[in-house]
């Protein structure tokens, strides 16, 4: 199982399959990979100690990142996340970064901005569009109307915590307009804005 991938200089945890979404642009929909992965489907969820198993065998020299990424939404494997992340703020000096859906509250159940701020930095939450109804049709989550504030709520609160948040939109799928009242959205909460390309 690939576990972990390089992309760009950063390299890349892939913790599960899982996810609270289905989103209509999401990029296993039409291929296997990213970066330089060659099949992010996994035969099982891995243990923690198989990821840092996976991340003592790798090429970390010089690398800008450690992102918990992969074919699901991180959130869904917490506890293994946590300790993945604990075990690297312990052993290298690498920044890490979550790329999430921000729906993690709702999958475990609590806050868990207190805990991700032990062991992450950067937090990127896929915000998709200022409207809630139309960010449901675009990310299908399975929490429906209680995942756009439970998203929103989640960014603030990483904020709080002392973790970088930013919050993305992907271009072609909103108007400026909308690109512009989602970073109005992101000012009011203290987190940064990033319009993400369009990856077929």
């Not at 100690?49 to 996976?54: K, L, N, P, S, T």
């Not at 159940?109 to 950067?122: H, K, M, N, P």
């Not at 896929?126 to 989640?154: E, H, T």
């Not at 690109?179 to 109005?184: A, D, G, N, P």
Request: proline letters at 3%; glycine letters at 8%; aromatic letters at 6%.
């Amino acid at each position: 199982m690939e576990l972990v991938y390089k992309v760009g200089n950063s390299m890349y945890i892939n913790l599960t399959n899982r996810c609270s979404s289905a989103c209509t642009f999401c990029l296993r929909q039409t291929t296997d990979t990213v970066g330089e992965s060659s099949s992010l489907w996994l035969e099982r969820e891995p243990s923690a100690q198989e990821v840092i198993d996976a991340l003592r065998a790798a090429d970390l020299e010089g690398r800008d990142e450690i992102v918990f990424c992969g074919f699901g939404e991180p959130t869904c494997a917490l506890d293994v996340l946590l300790e993945t992340g604990s075990w690297i703020k312990q052993n290298l000096s690498i920044p890490v970064r979550l790329n999430t859906n921000g729906q993690g509250d709702l999958i475990a159940g609590r806050d868990i901005s207190g805990d991700l701020a032990a062991c992450i930095d950067t937090v990127s939450v896929s915000l998709n569009d200022p409207d809630p109804a139309r960010y449901q049709a675009l990310v299908r989550s399975k929490f429906g109307g209680r995942a756009y504030p439970a998203m929103i709520r989640f960014a603030a609160d990483c904020v709080k915590a002392g973790m970088k948040v930013v919050m993305t939109t992907v271009d072609t799928t909103i108007s400026h307009d909308d690109e512009k009242k989602c970073r109005e959205i992101c000012e009011n909460i203290g987190a940064a804005y990033r319009i993400r390309e369009w990856v077929d």
